[in-house]
């Protein structure tokens, strides 16, 4: 499964961002997806996920309520929406794709198979 991240960039405090997570290779509603992020000098770090065949989702406390993720199986696509947007929320966001994730595991970055390249998201205060 190829993965490729896009929809990051610029924003003032306050606004929103829709960041997208296509996939190619392979049947996509088989896979959950995880969306991560990365500051400078920090850990990656969950942000949200979807699992597969499911309609569980799951939320890093700090975006609960802000951000939403779903998934369109037909397009191979997941998005990240993200509402009020904060300068903590600046960071290098990842999508990631697993076979084997299971609602215990989707916070963990190390279960899953497939990463994508990234997507800047910078919030101006």
């Known amino acids: 499964v190829q993965l490729q991240a896009s929809g990051g960039g610029l924003v003032q405090a306050g606004g929103s961002l829709r960041l997208s997570c296509v996939a190619s290779?392979?049947?996509?509603?088989?896979?959950?997806v995880g969306w991560f992020r990365q500051a400078p000098g920090k850990e990656r770090e969950f942000v949200a996920g979807t699992k597969r065949n499911s309609p569980t989702t799951s939320y890093a406390n700090s975006v609960k309520g802000r951000f939403t993720i779903s998934r369109d199986n037909a397009k191979n696509t997941v998005y990240l929406q993200m509402n009020g947007l904060k300068p903590e929320d600046t960071a290098v966001y990842y999508c990631?794709?697993?076979?084997?994730?299971?609602?215990?595991?989707?916070?963990?970055?190390?279960?899953?198979?497939?990463w994508g390249q990234g997507t800047q998201v910078t919030v101006s205060s």
């Open positions: 290779g392979d049947t996509f509603s088989t896979y959950s």
């Open positions: 990631a794709a697993g076979a084997r994730i299971i609602t215990s595991t989707m916070r963990l970055g190390g279960q899953y198979d497939y």
